[in-house]
């Protein structure tokens, strides 16, 4: 079941936050979080799992409502280097397959 | 370590050609897979393999066959070639719980 993202895209100007969601009709395991540039593989970012805490370095972070089957990521502060495709991929208990979402177009102006 | 090795990195075919796709990981990870990323449609799973000796399909596994050779080994096969297999071919590996790293990608163009 493939999560749904959402914006499909956002700009923004250099120092601006930027909030990408990421939801799922089926109960997760766990919620990982990748940006690919144009032309390159995606990298990955930061794994939320079940029962853990919010993740976080510097200016990218996320959270993980179990309740709702959300994730959210938060990007603050935000660098020319942030612009990208963002995508959530989702795990459900279980399951050995990682379902991205279609993915969240960040572009990040001067 | 070399992570995660694809090849070829281009590929051009004719339709009802076959080819296959080679990969590759030093990780020592157990699960492997194989993505198909197109315009507006995002990762989309075609198969993967969750141990050595073990495969099963993802969201899009038709017109495609997969083989795991070894740990370390998993390639995908095109038997027959059609113009909408054309795409950005991404092979992905993790060990347990934890994230999946993806090789460089194959972009395979069918005329």
């Known amino acids: 079941q493939q999560p749904v993202q959402s914006p499909q895209a956002v700009i923004l100007r250099e120092g601006e936050d930027a909030v990408i969601n990421c939801s799922s009709s089926k109960a997760l395991y766990s919620v990982h979080w990748y940006r690919q540039k144009h032309g390159e593989a995606p990298v990955f970012l930061m794994i939320?799992?079940?029962?853990?805490e919010q993740k976080g370095h510097e200016k990218i972070s996320a959270s993980f409502n179990e309740k709702k089957q959300q994730s959210s990521l938060y990007l603050t502060a935000s660098q020319l280097s942030y612009s990208g495709t963002y995508f959530c991929?989702?795990?459900?208990?279980?399951?050995?397959?990682?379902?991205f979402g279609k993915g969240t177009k960040l572009t990040v102006n001067p | 370590n070399a992570g995660v090795t694809q090849t070829p990195k281009f590929q051009v075919l004719k339709t009802g050609q076959s080819m296959t796709l080679q990969c590759a990981q030093d990780m020592n990870h157990n699960s492997m897979y194989w993505y198909r990323q197109d315009p507006g449609m995002g990762l989309r799973l075609i198969y993967y393999?969750?141990?050595?000796?073990?495969?099963d399909k993802g969201e899009v596994p038709n017109g495609y066959n997969v083989s795991r050779l070894n740990k370390r080994e998993f390639s995908l096969r095109l038997e027959s070639a059609a113009p909408s297999q054309t795409s950005v071919y991404f092979c992905?590996?993790?060990?347990?719980?934890?994230?999946?790293?993806f090789g460089p990608g194959t972009r395979l163009l069918v005329l």
């Open positions: 992905a590996s993790k060990r347990d719980t934890e994230t999946q790293y």
């Open positions: 991929g989702t795990v459900q208990g279980g399951s050995e397959k990682l379902v």
């Open positions: 393999s969750a141990s050595e000796g073990t495969t």
């Open positions: 939320l799992l079940k029962g853990g």
